[in-house]
């Protein structure tokens, strides 16, 4: 038995077809996924905090007086961070069932929003003669900030590693192989979960500050987005490429800053002017 190495297979340019002598499509190797990745991690990495520098200047259009309020925003933004690590810390220390248990979101979710509604009612109180439409956009500025920051480096940071051999690059290959999904498709779908969060952050901290009663709306809508992530993660790799759930954290980012720009900003703004 011949123990020589399988000749590689190239496709001739003229004819499109096979070395091999097939017309079949060996569709991406490892290694062009791995440049593909690269490339649009080194995307991300650049239209991220672009995103984030465009929604800062659309929101230039509400200011509050005092700056105090984008820093209370970035409290909020480091102490969501911090809730995350360590529900993530739990969650490795539980295990799985842990994690895509509903009722550790509920938990989790209730949290995140009842700090949000604190940082609003500090807002109110210290700064209780400013506009409350202003105020609360600015706290979403700010944690919206910190999370741009979180998610830049962490675009940044795959970059490089996908790059160097590593059981991640391996495992990160294998989920774009094994999901068939293009690499396009996939970096897609990272913005796309980017610009919701971000969106969620603003219209969120808007409502809740305007009417902390809010709070109750934005703990639904939370919770919807973290069940829709539940879901996508418990189908199976060639059901979840075609999922609509794929889209429900954007989409719900987008109908939360709606709802705050058509019941908070917009009559406030108008009444302004």
Do not use: Y
């Not at 970035?74 to 969501?80: M, S, T, V, Y």
């Not at 109180?125 to 919206?144: P, Y």
């Amino acid at each position: 038995m011949s123990t020589a190495p399988e000749p590689a297979h190239v496709v001739d340019p003229g004819t499109d077809r096979c070395s091999c002598g097939s017309d079949h499509d060996h569709g991406p190797t490892g290694n062009d996924i791995v440049h593909a990745l690269g490339r649009g991690f080194a995307i991300l990495s650049l239209l991220t905090p672009l995103l984030a520098l465009v929604l800062f200047a659309a929101c230039l259009v509400a200011t509050p007086t005092s700056a105090g309020v984008l820093f209370l925003g970035i409290g909020l933004g480091l102490a969501h961070l911090a809730l995350m690590l360590v529900a993530g810390a739990v969650g490795a220390k539980k295990g799985p069932a842990m994690t895509a248990s509903p009722w550790f979101l509920v938990g989790r979710v209730a949290i995140e929003e009842l700090l949000r509604l604190l940082v609003a009612l500090i807002a109110l109180v210290t700064l209780s003669w400013q506009w409350r439409g202003a105020l609360g956009l600015w706290i979403g500025v700010g944690a919206m900030l910190v999370w741009a920051i979180l998610a830049t480096v962490q675009l940044a940071s795959s970059r490089r590693r996908i790059a160097r051999p590593s059981d991640w690059s391996k495992e990160t290959v294998l989920s774009v192989l094994d999901g068939g999904i293009s690499v396009r498709r996939a970096m897609t779908v990272r913005f796309v979960d980017i610009a919701g969060l971000f969106l969620f952050q603003l219209g969120a901290c808007t409502l809740v500050t305007a009417a902390p009663i809010m709070t109750v709306a934005t703990i639904v809508l939370s919770i919807a987005s973290g069940l829709s992530t539940l879901i996508v993660q418990s189908l199976s790799p060639a059901r979840r490429k075609n999922s609509p759930w794929v889209f429900a954290p954007c989409a719900i980012g987008v109908v939360t800053a709606a709802l705050a720009v058509a019941f908070v900003l917009a009559p406030g703004v108008a009444a302004l002017s």
